[in-house]
């Protein structure tokens, strides 16, 4: 082979290692930053929730793909976190309600019990898109906060499906909030913000927030 071609080659892998050594630091010091102890992941699993961490942090809000007089109308993001819309101080605003993210089991999606420790489990990274595994810390930090909010029972007769869990029928589960500042509450709160500036998919993430502001029963 040609001398340049092998020191182009060499220089060229030489800044792909760096750049991944540069991603896997700047990833590590999300988690070092706010003491976060993660255990009990697969390698692949880690690397894909150290994903999902970074790319709630870099999320960042466009011009809005909506009309502004409805963005006005329907956003709650700022009234129940306290900040404008942004991945910075938002991802800052999840990782504070955690102490520990640890693996749960093959059948588990993710379950916070207002005790810190954040449980996710196969079904996080095999059975959810990009975007429900944001909304998901974003709803679970939220039991992490005063009394955890916890589920109330979704009404007989309940009329809505779940956009995430089609086969789920929800009436009379533990799938419903009370009070418009829980769990589900937040979760809607930041999808809304992303079907308004499309940072996803506009159709997934109208949906999901449309199933999300069902649980809502007041």
């Not at 102890?37 to 960042?60: V, Y």
């Not at 009394?147 to 009404?155: A, L, M, Q, R, V």
Request: proline share 4%; with cysteine; net charge neutral.
């Amino acid at each position: 082979m040609n001398p340049v071609k092998i020191k182009t080659t060499v220089y060229l892998f030489s800044l792909l290692l760096l750049s991944c050594v540069q991603i896997k630091e700047t990833q590590k010091i999300i988690f070092d930053e706010h003491r976060l102890e993660i255990s009990g992941f697969s390698e692949i699993q880690r690397h894909q929730l150290e994903r999902t961490i970074a790319q709630l942090k870099s999320l960042i809000p466009g011009p809005l793909e909506i009309k502004e007089v409805r963005y006005r109308r329907l956003s709650q993001f700022e009234h129940l976190f306290g900040f404008s819309f942004h991945g910075e101080p938002l991802s800052a605003w999840v990782l504070r309600r955690f102490s520990n993210i640890t693996y749960g089991n093959p059948w588990t999606v993710a379950v916070n019990q207002n005790k810190g420790t954040l449980i996710i489990g196969d079904l996080f990274f095999t059975e959810l898109s990009n975007l429900e595994r944001l909304y998901l810390l974003v709803h679970e930090a939220r039991h992490s906060d005063k009394h955890g909010f916890k589920h109330s029972k979704c009404p007989e007769g309940f009329p809505f499906v779940s956009a995430g869990q089609p086969k789920q029928d929800l009436q009379g589960e533990l799938a419903c909030d009370k009070t418009p500042n829980g769990a589900y509450g937040y979760q809607a709160a930041f999808l809304f913000e992303i079907f308004a500036y499309g940072l996803f998919e506009q159709r997934e993430a109208g949906l999901l927030y449309n199933s999300s502001i069902s649980r809502i029963i007041q």
